[in-house]
């Protein structure tokens, strides 16, 4: 048998009690970027801003879960 190895490239951690339901994440072929991806489900009102409120919370989501980061 050769040299084996093994290497985690991705994941997916599921999230209860918030409005983030799930963290998926995979590193690029070229191992220099990481593609993160937020799920979340919320009831909101349309109205002129909802792309913007819902990008607000993804940012803000992404800060806390992702990075660490908590920002108010």
Excluded: C, H
């Excluded at 084996?4 to 799930?22: D, E, N, W, Y």
């Excluded at 220099?32 to 009831?43: N, S």
């Excluded at 989501?61 to 990075?67: D, I, P, Q, W």
């Amino acid at each position: 048998m050769g040299v084996v190895s093994m290497k985690l490239t991705g994941g997916t951690f599921a999230i209860a009690g918030a409005p983030v339901q799930r963290i998926a994440w995979v590193v690029r072929r070229d191992m220099k970027q990481v593609k993160i991806q937020l799920q979340l489900t919320q009831e909101r009102t349309l109205r002129e801003m909802y792309l913007a409120d819902l990008f607000d919370l993804l940012t803000k989501s992404f800060n806390v879960l992702v990075t660490g980061n908590e920002k108010n």
